[in-house]
């Protein structure tokens, strides 16, 4: 799926929690207004579609949903986004023409044919009314990626070097083998591949040929992997020499032969090794909590006003 169908329902949940405390109960709203953020307004409309999308996908992922709870991700979804979007006017960000553009593409290529037409008719959409709506979700990311990045600041040796000390154990790699298959559905089959193999012939264009594997198009090669990484019926490489080929060994998969190319053996990475990507990730965890704190401040300052009633209907 393209990057601009942002905005997880359920990451956005947590973080949206705490803007109630913003604003009052937007008393005197009026009937199909459901916030005021700032002066701007949310509609019914605008927070309905919304919630058929949130649907859709909390569908997948949860059984019994509590629709409360959804609605109140979903109205705190849009009251975001228009904070991020209020935000990033002020400091003059734009979503240019051409960037807009390229998004709808991307969004489209994902709808062949009428695919496209027939999501926004589902979700009561016209299709500048999504635009306007992709708009706005380019820029609240904007404003988000522009918060985040001038708040990366950099770690300090002392402090890389401390977390590779005290999380030594996830810097221990376990031995890996390189090595290729083939899958075929009848075992007579795997055993008469199994002596043409013993003869001298190819792996690789057996594998080619005769294996069911995806794998089989690149000759069967599975790349490395550790112990436990695959079906417990591939730990039984790990007992073979390089260069070896294996017995037929049948799961629930196929029948399937075995060719060891690579070892390696278990080690331990050093800190000059990890320390790229130790300072990476501490920059991003650190960014991502000064990002947190603008935030909270930023919705701090707002003036939000909510209209209750949809949420208890």
Known sequence: MNKYKTFSPLGWLAIFLAAWGCGSWGVGLPEHTLARVNGEDITLDEVNREFKELISEIDKEMTDPDLRDLKEACLNQVIERKILGQEARRLGIKVSEEELNQAIQEVKS???????????????????????????????????????TSRREKIDEKEALLHYVNNRASFQVKPR??????????????????????????????????????????????????????????????????????????????????????????????????????????????????YQKWLEALKGKAKIRINKTWLES
């Open 110 to 148: 994902d709808y062949p044919g009428e695919g496209f037409g027939e999501k926004l008719g589902l979700k009561g959409m016209t299709l500048e009314e999504w635009k306007i709506r992709l708009e706005e979700r380019l820029l609240a990311e904007k404003m988000i990626l522009t918060a985040v």
């Open 177 to 290: 083998v390189k090595a290729r298959q083939i899958v075929v559905a009848d075992g007579e089959e795997a055993i008469q591949i199994l002596k043409r193999l013993r003869k001298g012939e190819s792996f690789e264009k057996l594998a080619s040929k005769k294996s069911l594997g995806p794998e089989g198009v690149h000759g069967g090669d599975l790349g490395y992997f550790s112990q436990g990484e695959r079906p417990v019926e591939f730990d039984s490489v790990f007992a073979l020499e390089v260069g070896s080929i294996s017995e037929v060994v049948k799961s629930p998969y196929g029948y399937h032969i075995f060719k060891v190319e690579e070892k390696t053996e278990s080690r331990e990475i050093p800190f000059e090794e990890a320390r790229p990507k130790i300072l990476k990730q501490l920059e991003g965890k650190k960014a991502e909590e000064q």
